[in-house]
């Protein structure tokens, strides 16, 4: 039996009968073609549907939409101040070259923004180390670590 939730996304709220069973991941993208967030391995292991539950990463895929009621959602599509400009670490990605076929992108750049909110300054370690639930099979991590230190630094200046 479905029931009605209202989840706050990116700062809008949205009203919607789910079944309890239903992903954040599944509701996202089918219902309300919010399709940025990607769906990778499916077991949470891959980091591609990342999204930001109360500031903190999460994946949707593991995540019950249910268990968001009440609670702010920011998915990629949220990250943009408006439709005008990009988030320094969306503008960063695309200066360093950190988005090769683009699928663990959203993932990678929401997990950044949880990282960089922790951390301002992260080392490169530290970099690493807190993309460690996100997977990139093109291989390409040394320019998502420059694009993730070029984004620090845009967002120290402000």
């Known amino acids: 039996m479905k ?3 209202t989840l706050n996304i990116n700062g809008d709220c949205y009203e919607l009968a789910v079944h309890p069973w239903r ?3 599944e509701v996202l993208r089918e219902d309300l073609k919010l399709t940025g967030t990607k769906l990778g391995c499916g077991t949470g292991d891959c980091g591609a549907c990342t999204v930001l539950i109360d500031g903190k990463s999460v994946s949707s895929c593991l995540t019950l939409a249910v268990e968001a009621v009440d609670r702010r959602i920011t998915t990629i599509e949220g990250m ?3 439709s ?3 988030h320094p670490i969306q503008e960063s990605f695309i200066e360093k070259g950190a988005i090769q076929c683009g699928y663990c992108t959203p993932g990678m750049i929401m997990s950044s923004a949880y990282l ?3 951390n ?4 490169e370690k530290e970099i690493r ?3 460690s639930g996100n997977l990139c099979r093109c291989t390409g991590y040394n320019k998502i670590v420059d694009a993730i230190k070029d ?3 845009k967002m120290n200046q402000h």
């Open 80 to 82: 943009a101040p408006n």
């Open 84 to 86: 005008e400009e990009l």
């Open 3 to 5: 029931q009605v939730i």
């Open 129 to 131: 180390a807190g993309l």
């Open 23 to 25: 992903t954040l991941n």
């Open 116 to 118: 960089l909110k922790q």
């Open 151 to 153: 984004a620090a630094d």
């Open 120 to 123: 301002p300054q992260p080392t």
